[in-house]
Structures are given as C-alpha cells and as structure tokens.
C-alpha cells in the first residue's frame, strides 16, 4: 500500500511555472506506475500525464505537451510534475495517483484503473 501527498501548488500569472510534487510512503515506490490527473470546477477529473515504474515511458495529454514534464525519482520516494507556460485553462486540483502496473512498461491513462491517490492541490492560473 502507499500514500500520497501533494504540494507545490498555488496562484501564478499566465506565463508562468510551478512544480508539483507527490511523496509516496512506503518502500515500494519504484513498482508503481504513477499519473497526473486534474479537475477544474464543473468538470470531470482527466489525466494529466502518466509515467511507467521506471519513468521511461511517459504519456501527456495534448494540451499539454511541450509545455509540462512529468517526473520521478524512486530513491526519494517523489514524483513531479514541471508545468512552464501555464495558462488560465490549466487551473484547476491537480491529483497524483499511484497503480500496481501488469507490466514493466505500462502506463494507465484512466482514473479507474489507479489505486491510490492523493488529496489533490490547487493550481489556480490568472490571466
């Protein structure tokens, strides 16, 4: 089992950056696949971008990429998500969550197929 926790979120201007972080507890850290998910007001919670154990294998979703990175580093237990360029559209609680893979390579794109998750940060973008 594992626990997340999120940080790192806040008030930024468009243009801007912040880096999201989410701890893992736990010594296991390096077996899950981990995602990136958010939910702006009035919306349904999609993902964000979404790495494999090894954080070779990553996936954004388009309104996104070039623009946010995902992360890891299992020695610490961290996962990242870098986000330049923000915009007023990418305000909304971000989420990580965590999911045993079936495979070494797998990445998971659906909230239901995670496990775990954090209880979410807000990133509010002003234009």
């Known amino acids: 089992q594992v626990q997340l926790v999120e940080s790192g979120g806040g008030l930024v201007q468009a243009g801007g950056s912040l880096r999201l972080s989410c701890a893992a507890s736990?010594?296991?850290?390096?077996?899950?696949?981990m995602g990136w998910f958010r939910q702006a007001p009035g919306k349904v919670r999609e993902i964000v971008a979404a790495?494999?154990?090894?954080?070779?294998?990553?996936y954004y979703t388009d309104s996104v990429k070039g623009r946010f990175t995902i992360a890891r580093d299992n020695a610490k237990n961290t996962m990242y998500l870098q986000m330049n360029s923000l915009k007023p559209e990418d305000t909304a609680v971000y989420y990580c969550?965590?999911?045993?893979?079936?495979?070494?390579?797998?990445?998971?794109?659906?909230?239901?197929?995670?496990?775990?998750w954090g209880q979410g940060t807000q990133v509010t973008v002003s234009s």
């Open positions: 969550s965590a999911k045993v893979p079936l495979t070494r390579g797998a990445v998971y794109l659906r909230d239901y197929e995670y496990n775990y």
């Open positions: 736990g010594r296991t850290f390096s077996r899950y696949a």
């Open positions: 790495n494999n154990w090894s954080g070779d294998n990553t």
